[in-house]
């Protein structure tokens, strides 16, 4: 609209709104191998303590006349029987021919001792090894400091679990399972990016989960009143996509054969249609497709609930307008750019449709400032383009923004009036929110407006 310091009687004169790696340990795998192996060696030794020693055969060099005399049981020199059970004990043997006890034979107690150290060694081989598989995978030592998880989407409880227990932030998969269970939530875990501190307690974990992200890594936030190329602008700075990739992709005719409503859009422009809202992309790709895909969605969810044809239908009664939903959208995003507030909103739609009624031009700065991409001048005002709504009457081509869903909402009810102006200028602590139904009415809005920011 014009300025009040150079009025232009239009509509209105209104400025339009400015755009770890952790580290691992073997050695709880190494003690566990360790520990079962002395039980065995102590039943293999004594398993060898109770084995019977064996006689050793006689020699061969003994005469006919010693054998027999040791097979009927005569000897040079007559044994007691209590030194024969001492000497059978100790594992000694007479030996034919011989005068005195025979020297035990160690021959039997090498083989059982070399037998016993061959089971004991194989078997701390297995228990090593079985006690070991389960740390051969690199253990997890806590977390220290702050640590980012993300949580990919449709991840199940067990897969998070993995996750926190990677990021060292839980002990084990069970810990954190248990406390989902306890809390009933494991339909509610949501994906995105998380960021913890260490020792946090597991029930606080899962809180945080049900109620989602904490932090704005793969998240971007667009505000209402964006251009397309605006827009782009915000994806870069949040998810790193080149904004012309952005814009170039950002084509109606990509998306009409998935988002019928496109076919009305003019000059295969996405204008209007890039939802405002707040994005996470965690666990997700992240490509200009796949943004431009999300905002389209949330369009069509903001947007679901609108009477778009009763709508339509008393604007064409009450102003004659023949709108389709493109046409609501466009002039919507007109409201957008030119009110400030909740009030301001409704009452900037009457005029706009006030005036088409009445065969006047919309006269609105904001629709030439799509052009510009900025102020809008007195020169600017005087340049022909579809955009330029004092020369040209009804709507421009496209949108000029996103608006938001109250600004669609104004355009399908706008408020009864019969005001054609309008004088909003928002600067420092002066507002001055005027609406003017004659010319010199808006003109002696314009100049009080002149007096009030005088120095």
């Known amino acids: 609209m014009a300025d009040p310091r150079n009025p232009r009687g239009g509509a209105g004169a209104g400025q339009g709104r400015p755009d770890r790696t952790p580290r691992h340990s073997r050695q709880q795998g190494r003690r566990a191998a360790e520990a079962p192996c002395a039980p065995l060696a102590r039943h293999a030794a004594s398993q060898r303590a109770q084995a019977p020693d064996r006689a050793a055969p006689p020699r061969r060099g003994a005469s006919r006349a010693t054998a027999q005399r040791v097979a009927s049981g005569a000897t040079t020199r007559r044994v007691s029987e ?22 035990p034979s160690r021959l039997p107690l090498v083989v059982a001792a070399v037998a016993a150290v061959a089971a004991v060694v194989v078997a701390c081989l297995v228990v090593s090894r079985c006690a070991a598989s389960p740390s051969d995978a690199p253990s997890q030592e806590p977390a220290s400091g702050e640590v980012e998880i993300q949580v990919a989407e449709g991840a199940g409880t067990d897969a998070i679990a993995q996750s926190l227990v990677d990021a060292g932030l839980v002990k084990d998969s069970a810990t954190f399972t248990k406390a989902v269970m306890a809390q ?82 003019a000059d295969d422009s996405l204008e209007g249609f890039l939802w405002a809202s707040t994005y996470d992309f965690s666990g997700k790709e992240v490509s200009a497709d796949a943004v431009i895909r999300a905002m389209l969605d949330r369009y069509v969810t903001a947007t679901a609930s609108l009477d778009w044809q009763s709508g339509e239908a008393a604007l064409k009664g009450a102003y004659g307008v023949d709108f389709d939903d493109y046409d609501v959208l466009i002039l919507a995003s007109v409201i957008e750019r030119e009110a400030v507030t909740e009030q301001d909103r409704p009452l900037v739609s009457s005029v706009f449709y006030n005036r088409m009624r009445d065969g006047m031009p919309l006269q609105s700065d904001a629709t030439m400032g799509y052009v510009t991409g900025g102020e809008v001048t007195a020169d600017d005002l005087k340049k022909e383009s579809p955009y330029n709504t004092y020369l040209n009457k009804g709507l421009p081509p496209t949108p000029i923004c996103t608006p938001s869903i109250e600004c669609v909402q104004a355009a399908l009810n706008p408020q009864s009036t019969d005001y054609l102006y309008f004088l909003i200028i928002e600067n420092g602590t002066y507002s001055n929110h005027t609406f003017s139904r004659t010319y010199d009415e808006h003109m002696a809005a314009i100049e009080q407006a002149r007096q009030d920011q005088a120095p």
């Open 184 to 265: 009933g939530a494991g339909q509610s875990l949501k994906p995105g990016t998380y960021r913890f501190a260490a020792g946090i307690p597991v029930t606080q974990i899962v809180e945080q989960l049900v109620e989602g992200p904490n932090t704005t890594s793969n998240r971007v936030t667009v505000p209402e009143g964006l251009t397309v190329a605006k827009t782009a602008a915000y994806v870069q700075d949040a998810l790193g996509i080149p904004a012309d990739d952005f814009v170039a992709q950002a084509k109606a005719s990509n998306y009409s054969s998935d988002y019928p409503f496109l076919s009305e859009a």
């Open 82 to 103: 209590r030194t024969q059970a001492q000497t059978r004990s100790r594992g000694a043997v007479r030996h034919p021919g011989s005068g005195g006890p025979a020297a």
